[in-house]
């Protein structure tokens, strides 16, 4: 089974670029995106029902602003939207996607603004999913987190670690929740099996940091320990253009 997870930064914009040969081509099982910044009803055919995949999607209140998507070959028994609290389900930031074998979180996690000044709300909202994915996997179930986590986690997962220690993305407090994660839990895919730098998500389009390779790695999969004997890779497809992101993705056996 292959996942893959995409900050697409608009899905319009990118449907444009390519993006409906790109998904017939790349073929995954489970399509996880984040900022589509779109309502159904501004969609095209081909992206509400394209060939071979069921969609689900939420969208923010606010129009061109945040949007979570699912593109999935097999149908969940049930898909949810939000994780519980007006304030955070408003932004259309999470879908709750129950496959029986596994339940998944397509998040795009809250950016910290400019001037750090939404980092609060930020960390609210990294509270309240860990609670959500808490309940279920002290229930035995199996957990999938992917998305825009828009932190990275240690020095070697952005290009620059020292240059932006008093920047939201790398905060102390961002990377202390980080560690907190992990530390019920839940494993970083990537890691798991890469552990040296140079590997990102992310790059600045104004600076045009993708040619120099200066990113940050802020998009992840993460599973709850109790789903890797069926982790079988991971993936960073920094080739992939069309986004100031790129896809990231696992493999399960």
Not at 43 to 50: A, F, M, Q, V
Not at 84 to 111: C, H, K, M
Not at 124 to 152: P, S
Request: aromatic share 14%.
């Amino acid at each position: 089974m292959y996942l893959l997870s995409w900050n697409v930064n608009g899905i319009r914009a990118v449907e444009k670029k390519g993006f409906l040969n790109w998904l017939e081509n790349e073929s995954p099982d489970i399509l996880c995106l984040q900022e589509t910044k779109a309502h159904p009803e501004q969609l095209s055919e081909g992206l509400i029902k394209p060939r071979g995949y069921k969609t689900f999607w939420s969208s923010a209140e606010r129009k061109g602003y945040s949007g979570v998507s699912i593109f999935t070959k097999k149908g969940p028994v049930s898909v949810e939207e939000g994780i519980g609290d007006r304030e955070f389900d408003s932004e259309g930031r999470t879908l709750v996607a129950d496959y029986g074998d596994f339940v998944l979180f397509n998040i795009y996690f809250p950016n910290g603004g400019a001037g750090n000044k939404r980092v609060p709300f930020k960390m609210a909202f990294y509270d309240k999913f860990l609670e959500k994915a808490n309940k279920l996997k002290k229930k035995g179930r199996k957990i999938i987190v992917c998305g825009d986590v828009n932190t990275a986690h240690h020095e070697i997962d952005l290009a620059r670690p020292k240059e932006n220690q008093k920047n939201t993305g790398f905060l102390p407090e961002e990377r202390a929740w980080m560690t907190k994660f992990v530390g019920q839990g839940y494993v970083d895919t990537f890691r798991h099996f890469q552990k040296d730098g140079g590997h990102y998500s992310w790059w600045d389009f104004k600076t045009g940091a993708r040619a120099r390779n200066v990113g940050w790695r802020i998009d992840y999969f993460f599973v709850s320990e109790n789903m890797l004997p069926q982790l079988n890779g991971a993936c960073i497809l920094s080739n992939v253009m069309g986004s100031d992101h790129c896809p990231v993705g696992i493999k399960l056996k």
